[in-house]
T-cell receptor, first 109, second 113 residues
Framework: ELKVEQNPLFLSMQEGKNYTIYCNYSTTSDRLYWYRQDPGKSLESLFV?????AVKQEGRLMASLDTKARLSTLHITAAVHDLSATYFC?????????FGTGTSLTVIP | DSGVTQTPKHLITATGQRVTLRCSPRSGDLSVYWYQQSLDQGLQFLIQYYNGEERAKGNILERFSAQQFPDLHSELNLSSLELGDSALYFC????????????FGPGTRLLVL
């Protein structure tokens, strides 16, 4: 079974700082997803990365995919309080989805 | 608002019972996905339907079944419920299939007592 590891599990950062969340997975896949979940809410799709070297950006979030290293990163630039949430990556392989454990991000003023 | 609706929002039932969760996808979306989120097991993919046909199957228990109807709404049936089935159940929809942005419903919170 494909394993997906996210780190860190918890991240507390100050407003204005930059940070990166990492998502490693154990077997070949060329589709990677990032989601956001606010407390008590549903999931929101952030990015779908479909090929090696794919990079997507939306506001202060940028996601990238390196299929050879089996690694995706979610980079946060100049964090603001509104970005506080839990972020999940998920990998699709053989028509299955495998989720990471999530990174709980708290942005401190 | 994602455009995906789920009913009911909350469900409390007893062990051994059977429940049905309903999902209506966004207008025009052909794929529906079901997920389970619990503290013990995190987020798990259960099953995907595309235009009425089962397309992919994840960690769905044999006690669980799903279907997608001609009007594209989907139902997830959970039977012989156990305490461990208590979780949030999300459905999502997308226009076609994997590799696309998925739009999630608000979820159904199931509590099995």
């Amino acid at each position: 079974e494909l394993k997906v590891e996210q780190n860190p599990l918890f991240l507390s950062m100050q407003e204005g700082k930059n940070y990166t969340i990492y998502c490693n997975y154990s077997t070949t896949s060329d589709r990677l997803y990032w989601y956001r979940q606010d407390p008590g809410k549903s999931l929101e799709s952030l990015f779908v990365l479909l090929s090696n070297g794919a990079v997507k950006q939306e506001g202060r979030l940028m996601a990238s995919l390196d299929t050879k290293a089996r690694l995706s990163t979610l980079h946060i630039t100049a964090a603001v309080h509104d970005l506080s949430a839990t972020y999940f990556c998920a990998v699709a392989s053989s028509n299955q989805f495998y989720f990471g454990t999530g990174t709980s991000l708290t942005v401190i003023p | 608002d994602s455009g995906v609706t789920q009913t009911p929002k909350h469900l409390i039932t007893a062990t051994g019972q059977r429940v049905t969760l309903r999902c209506s996808p966004r207008s025009g979306d052909l794929s529906v996905y079901w997920y389970q989120q619990s503290l013990d097991q995190g987020l798990q993919f259960l099953i995907q339907y595309y235009n009425g046909e089962e397309r992919a199957k994840g960690n769905i228990l044999e006690r669980f079944s799903a279907q997608q109807f001609p009007d594209l709404h989907s139902e997830l049936n959970l039977s012989s419920l156990e305490l461990g089935d208590s979780a949030l159940y999300f459905c999502a929809s997308s226009p076609y299939s994997l590799g696309e942005t998925q739009y999630f419903g608000p979820g159904t919170r199931l509590l099995v007592l």
